[in-house]
Structures are given as C-alpha cells and as structure tokens.
C-alpha cells in the first residue's frame, strides 16, 4: 500500500492520532474506520465483514465457543478451537493471572481471592479476519486466503498441513486439525452466511456480547457499534489490519 505523504499541522495530527497502550489502539468515536494502524476499507461496494466484541456484556459462559465446536465438527479434545473466552484476573498486586480452562466450554473457577482480586473480566477470542493477515502472506501454496467479503478462509483440499500460518498467526486463532493434519480456523461460519444465516457464536451469545456485519455499510449494526463506542484493536504495531474490534478492552488484553 503506498504512503500518502501529507504535511499536518499539530492540531492535525493529533485529531488523527489514536491512543496506545498496551498492544491495542484506540478509534475515532467521530470516523470508526479512520484509525491508525487498525484497517482500511477495500475499493467496491460489496460486503465486507468486521467483527465487534464488547467486553463489558461477555459473562464468561462459554456458549459461543461449545456452539462453535458443535457447528463447526470441531475436536472435542481440550487444545482446538477455532474460538474461546480468556478470563483476566489483576489482583490488589497488580499481577495479571489469565486462564482459559477448555476455553472456556466447561466455565470458569475463580483461584483468586475475592479479597485479593482487583478486577475480573472475560474477553472472548477469534480469528480477526485481518485485512493484511500474515498467515495468508507465508501460505505455500495459497490454501490460506481472502475472500471478497474480507473472510480469511483455508480452502483444506489444497492445505498440506506445513503449519507455516499457524506459526504466523499473532493472535494464536489456527491449528492443525488432529483428523485431517490440514490448518483450521474460524471462518465466521461462511456456510451460515451464504445462507443468510448468523454465525452460530453470534446467534447464541445470550447478552448480545457479538456483533457482525457490513463494514462497508454505514448503517449496519457494526458499523453504528463501532461509531458509538470506544473501540480497539489486538497488537495494532503489527499492521495485520484486524477487523475484530473491542469495546472497553484493556490494556493487560494480548
């Protein structure tokens, strides 16, 4: 992508500047898709999805990851998901304790005192669909790729199960399918969507923690989620161009 270069005022330059800390960049409550370091949007006027989870909603059931599991045939042995909740816990101490029993299937069990904990949350993990994703990048032979609609998808009958975009996925959302010895992920459930139906992790979430939609229509609920909160991205100095956004995530989040 070529660098436009601009001359900006300092006023300028800090209206378009996010907010760092900790791995995760902030977005415009103003413009949602002017950010830095977070996505662009593609040319053409077709759909093009982005995922937004609010944290604050997400009570740790692990509904959308056993939905996932059921929707998708996926292992039931406790190490492959293609999503999962992590529990944060920062004590009085400030040590931040994270833990993801089963991902989170089978429920969480505080080992932090309640005396000793200084907060808790849940923040539920995924594949981020990113616009710019590495693990398409090192693919040998182009199993892993993008489809139009901005899905990250792992076409199986070519994967040789090198495991090079396991490897190359920063956020830790791939793995080799025990069965088949070929890469698996989330793919939003892009069976469902060809059907007009909601991925099942949506669908079942029973607070409304997920959210979907059309990036490139400024009225869809992502869209309007995405304008009226506070929204932030996983690892933005990476520059993979996530569109799996938060909302109140935390700077401990990686």
């Known amino acids: 992508m070529a660098i436009e270069n601009k001359n900006l005022s300092r006023q300028e330059f800090l209206k378009n500047l996010g907010l760092f800390a900790g791995g995760v960049v902030f977005i415009s409550t103003i413009n949602p898709l002017k950010m830095v370091f977070a996505t662009t949007k593609p040319k053409g006027k077709g759909k093009w999805y982005g995922i937004a989870i609010d944290i604050d909603k997400c009570i740790g059931c692990g509904s959308c990851a056993r939905a996932c599991k059921i929707e998708n045939d996926v292992s039931q042995e406790p190490f492959y998901f293609r999503n999962w909740i992590e529990q944060y816990t920062i004590t009085n101490n400030y040590e931040i304790k994270v833990s993801s029993p089963n991902g989170g299937i089978d429920g969480f069990k505080q080992p932090v005192p309640d005396e000793e904990i200084y907060k808790t949350f849940f923040v539920p993990k995924m594949c981020n669909h990113c616009s710019d994703s590495p693990c398409t990048q090192v693919c040998p032979v182009g199993a892993s790729f993008d489809s139009p609609e901005g899905i990250v998808l792992v076409d199986q009958n070519y994967c ?62 992502v869209s309007l989620f995405l304008k009226e909160h506070n929204c932030a991205v996983l690892k933005p100095h990476l520059n993979t161009h996530s569109k799996l956004f938060y909302n109140n995530l935390n700077q401990e989040v990686h």
């Open 160 to 221: 040789i199960g090198c495991g090079y975009c396991v490897q190359a996925c920063p956020y830790g959302c791939r793995y080799i399918e025990p069965k088949k010895g070929v890469a698996d992920k989330c793919t939003l459930c892009f069976h469902r969507l060809e059907k007009d139906l909601d991925p099942a992790c949506m669908m079942i979430c029973p607070t409304h923690a997920r959210i979907y939609g059309d990036l490139n229509d400024k009225n869809s609920e």
